[in-house]
């Protein structure tokens, strides 16, 4: 039976600040780190034996990633990295200030972007520094596939993908599988794996640092899923 879990990155410094954060490679802050050190400690007083790890290519989904195996100790475990598992792409919006954006484009705007499906922010230009085809991580990806903004449900695609291609390979291995990643590539994968509407994943809040689990057969078949965090686990 393949085990996933799943957890968004622990709090950064822009979740700090409140600033749009996207494909900026921003790291953790002291809390982020603190949230990585109890989910490691988490799986290790559960006796969760962890096969293989995946992340995004972003600092803050790596860190939190080696953070719980070392905590777990699980160091050796093999860790791979994509830009598929990066978080939503902000465009225009990344590294400003969420109320301040919602000030000037208008709480029915900032709001059917922020918790709508379909809809992007503004696009970056490809003159953009700020765009992903300009930073080093990405300079192996062709150009035509790195995005200037994203919406969910463009995210959604990229990120399922890569979750059908690489991941469950694994899990039909029978491994236990975890993802370190962002709180809208993993609102994503959980929309896929619960099978939530389009229309209700917006408004699924994804913690950081909590451990989503997700037991499969060897179909492939959703048998079990619940929540770990500090002191107590959660059946759904």
């Not at 006796?47 to 989904?61: E, G, M, Q």
């Not at 922010?121 to 085809?133: A, E, F, G, V």
């Amino acid at each position: 039976m393949g085990k996933l879990i799943l957890v968004r990155h622990g709090k950064s410094l822009w979740n700090v600040a409140n600033i749009f954060t996207g494909w900026t490679d921003v790291d953790l802050a002291p809390e982020g780190i603190e949230e990585a050190n109890i989910a490691g400690i988490i799986i290790k007083d559960h006796n969760i034996s962890i096969d293989i790890c995946f992340s995004s290519y972003l600092k803050r989904a790596i860190r939190t990633g080696l953070i719980i195996l070392e905590n777990a100790n699980m160091m050796h475990v093999d860790f791979i990295k994509s830009w598929k598992l990066n978080e939503r792409n902000y465009g225009a919006w990344q590294g400003r200030n969420k109320d301040e954006v919602k000030r000037e484009v208008g709480e029915e705007l900032f709001l059917e972007v922020r918790r709508g499906f379909s809809t992007s922010p503004p696009s970056m230009s490809l003159t953009d520094k700020r765009h992903p085809r300009f930073d080093p991580l990405y300079e192996k990806i062709s150009s035509n596939c790195l995005p200037a903004s994203e919406s969910l449900e463009e995210t959604e695609v990229r990120v399922v993908e890569y979750f059908f291609e690489v991941i469950v390979p694994e899990l039909v291995k029978g491994k236990t599988v975890l993802v370190a990643a962002h709180g809208n590539s993993i609102r994503a994968l959980m929309g896929h794996i619960e099978n939530i509407s389009s229309a209700d994943i917006p408004k699924v809040t994804v913690q950081t640092g909590l451990l989503n689990i997700y037991n499969f057969d060897n179909n492939m078949s959703l048998k079990e899923q619940y929540k770990l965090e500090k002191n107590s686990e959660m059946k759904i």
